[in-house]
């Protein structure tokens, strides 16, 4: 891929809503023949039909969910997707005294194990090929401090550790990756928690826009080969 060229195909998880819909949206416009990915195939296949990508529902958090997903990419495109982005994921707000072993368990499955299993299953051909990108979704949560959110972020922690030796290990293979990371993002993972209710929480108004999320994705995906972004903040201005 060559400046502002788009990959010609994508693995993007998390695709049914939010920040990996609009990712997927941004890339089906750029030409992109992307494999959208979420858990949920009613939302999945409207939100397919709207981008106009491919869909293939799945858990990235479980064996079979990232078997299905490579077989299904395999035989869409014989070998692996120029891109991947890391978008699924689960998000909890709760004090540490009510936070139970197993939301933490359940956001370490979703915001960790799930993007280790799909990179871990594409990883391989992109480095026999010798080109790629893998795209990861942290969160300021992954690196400040923030009330209520312990489950939360020592999942998006991880996250980071995981992305940034991936980042040592990949330099020179030809395969790229960046943890792009933004602060709190209008989706609807905050619906249960209706932060405009919470004086402790950003309005939705103050909060990024999904689609500006996505740009961020975009242009890290379109650098030209050689090109290294191992991370990337935003925030709302």
């Known amino acids: 891929m060559s400046g502002d060229s788009f990959p010609r195909t994508a693995l993007v ?13 941004r890339l089906a ?9 979420a858990r949920g195939e009613g939302r999945l296949a409207a939100a397919a039909g709207e981008v106009g990508g491919r869909m293939v529902p799945a858990d990235v958090s479980t064996p079979e969910g990232i078997t299905r997903i490579g ?7 014989e070998d692996a997707p120029e891109l991947v982005v890391n ?3 689960t998000f909890l707000i709760a004090p540490f005294v009510s936070t139970s072993a197993d939301d933490v368990e ?20 992109m480095l026999e090929r010798g080109s790629g990108r893998i795209i990861n979704i942290g969160s300021v949560a992954g690196r400040t401090a923030l009330p209520g959110n312990a489950a939360y972020s020592a999942s998006k922690y991880g996250l980071r550790g995981m992305h940034e030796v991936l980042v040592t290990e990949l330099r020179g293979s030809g395969v790229h990756a960046t943890l792009v990371d933004p ?3 209008d989706t609807p993972l905050w619906d249960p928690v209706d932060p405009d209710r919470s004086d402790e929480l950003p309005s939705r108004g103050e909060m990024l826009d999904a689609g500006r999320v996505a740009e961020a994705v975009v242009f890290a995906a379109t650098r030209p080969r050689g090109v290294e972004i191992p991370t990337l903040s935003i925030q709302a201005g």
């Open 71 to 77: 077989e299904e990419a395999r035989s869409l495109w």
């Open 13 to 25: 998880t998390g695709a049914s809503s939010g920040i990996g819909r609009a990712v997927a949206l």
């Open 87 to 89: 978008a699924a994921g």
């Open 183 to 185: 602060s709190a993002t």
């Open 29 to 37: 416009e750029g030409g992109t023949d992307v494999l959208m990915v």
């Open 106 to 125: 359940t956001q370490l499955r979703g915001n960790l194990l799930g993007p280790f299993r799909v990179i871990r299953e594409f990883l391989p051909a």
